[in-house]
């Protein structure tokens, strides 16, 4: 009966110690698609992990402007921290229950299924162009804009360049 | 056989409290930080305002519409949220009327991708970084700027060519991006008198009723080109804005310095941003507020020799 009550006061201290770490302790959830992370705070340095728009992860440790993670595939590293968020915005990962409550997740899932890459111009407002006798070179101008692509190694070569988004702050 | 025992009990207390680490979560963080935007280390605009009647001034509606609204309220309030489909759909009508009153596409390829690429820079830290932007340059000498609904984001030449460096143009798309991920224009026509009696909003309801997408239309250029959005709306704008460029790495000053050229060329320039925006004095003033916040970024670039270097003979 002995052993059995300092096993549990054992248990007991084993939470307490327990609780500093549970309470610093951070979930939080990737805002884009494909993020890496990586093995030093600089982009640069070597990939660990890639992941997607809803995935959860773990924070272990913040700086000024990466924060160290723990991916779902208990993979850890660096992340830009502007591309985790406190809420859950769509793709996979854990469940969140105020997300799921308040249907932020399904919305912003068809967000990034409908906002994302190229798309046409809709029915709806090439109809109102046409009523409206618009001249086509403005509707062309919106289909341009559409069309232009911008790749993702252009974007980091351009933000490593200036030192800005996940360079920046070096 | 105790220690045992008892390395169970934490094992078993460690696998529960990691299951309910969410739930935790949710429950230590102070309101305030869950009520804040959804990044951190941020400084964050003013909470919006409760009252029905202080609805009006915030969400864009003019004091006289205040009444309208009131009696419209019942209606309004069964109008589900407008989706991103016909957000996009608003946002390419009000696109292709924005190239056609404002000189039609700037055309330099290059200029444009740059200005792309700024953009796209700030919006991907933004608080709706999941939708897809697209940024356009308009042929014409008037200095503006203004966002579509569903990220169409327009910058005139005249404006480009008043800019000193990167900085302040990431300033300028931010505070238009900001409008975006704000939903300030959805929200405006949301409470306006046009979908006071409509209770569907929907691709298929607006493609059987050709009029009542135009009616929008009109309604969210008259608001955009001529009568400009609810100057708390532009506020608001400005400090999300100088938030988002901060993210982005920029000199969070950038704004700032624009609106300070803006202002000293007031009454001379060929602007529609006075007529469109609130007094530029006082949106200099909270933006100086807002940015001198930002101490720690005091080395962030300004990107001064770049931006000449792109802008080229432009």
Do not use: C
Request: a neutral charge; aromatic letters at 8%; charged letters at 25%.
């Amino acid at each position: 009966m002995l052993a059995v009550r300092r096993s549990i006061t054992t248990a007991i201290v084993g939470l307490v110690l327990l609780v500093p770490s549970l309470l610093s302790a951070q979930t939080m959830y990737v805002s884009k698609d494909e993020v890496k992370v990586t093995e030093e705070k600089s982009p640069m340095s070597r990939v660990v992990d890639t992941l997607r728009l809803g995935d959860q992860v773990r924070v272990l440790e913040k700086s000024d402007r990466h924060y160290k993670i723990r991916a779902q595939s208990g993979k850890t590293g660096w992340v830009f921290k502007f591309k985790l968020s406190d809420q859950k915005v769509g793709g996979g990962g854990g469940g969140d229950m105020l997300s799921g409550l308040t249907g932020e997740t399904r919305i912003a899932a068809r967000e990034a299924s409908t906002g994302g890459s190229i798309r046409g111009l809709k029915e709806t407002s090439e109809h109102y162009a046409e009523s409206k006798q618009i001249d086509p070179a403005s509707r062309n101008a919106v289909q341009k804009m559409e069309d232009r692509a911008i790749s993702r190694e252009d974007l980091l070569k351009f933000q490593r360049e200036g030192s800005v988004g996940e360079f920046s702050g070096g | 056989m105790k220690w045992a025992l008892a390395t169970l009990s934490i094992v078993l207390i460690m696998g529960a409290a990691d299951r309910s680490w969410s739930f935790l979560d949710q429950l230590v963080k102070p309101s305030a930080e869950k009520k804040q935007s959804q990044r951190t280390g941020q400084a964050q605009p003013g909470e919006p305002k409760g009252l029905v009647d202080g609805l009006g001034g915030l969400l864009g509606a003019k004091e006289k519409d205040i009444g309208l609204f009131k009696k419209g309220l019942k209606a309004v309030q069964s109008l589900q949220p407008i989706g991103v489909e016909e957000e996009i759909a608003i946002g390419q009508a009000v696109a292709i009327e924005a190239f056609n009153r404002f000189g039609g596409e700037y055309k330099d390829e290059t200029l444009t991708t740059y200005v792309n690429l700024v953009g796209k820079t700030v919006a991907e830290v933004s608080d709706r970084p999941e939708l897809t932007y697209r940024f356009a340059i308009l042929n014409s000498r008037e200095q503006n700027a203004f966002a579509a609904p569903g990220g169409y984001i327009f910058v005139t030449i005249g404006l480009l060519k008043t800019l000193k460096n990167e900085a302040e143009l990431a300033g300028v798309l931010a505070h238009e991006v900001a409008h975006v991920t704000q939903k300030h224009m959805l929200k405006t026509l949301q409470r306006s008198t046009i979908l006071a009696n409509v209770s569907e909003f929907s691709l298929s309801a607006m493609n059987k009723d050709p009029q009542l997408f135009s009616n929008v239309i009109d309604a969210a250029t008259d608001m955009l080109f001529e009568k400009g959005l609810d100057k708390e709306l532009e506020f608001e704008a400005d400090t999300y804005g100088i938030e988002f460029a901060y993210r982005a790495g920029y000199h969070p000053n950038g704004l700032r310095d624009y609106l300070a050229t803006l202002q000293s060329q007031e009454g001379t320039a060929d602007s529609l941003f006075f007529s469109t925006h609130p007094s530029t004095s006082e949106r200099l003033g909270r933006a100086k507020g807002v940015a001198a916040r930002y101490t720690e970024a005091s080395k962030f670039p300004y990107l001064t020799e770049r931006f000449r270097s792109r802008m080229g003979a432009a």
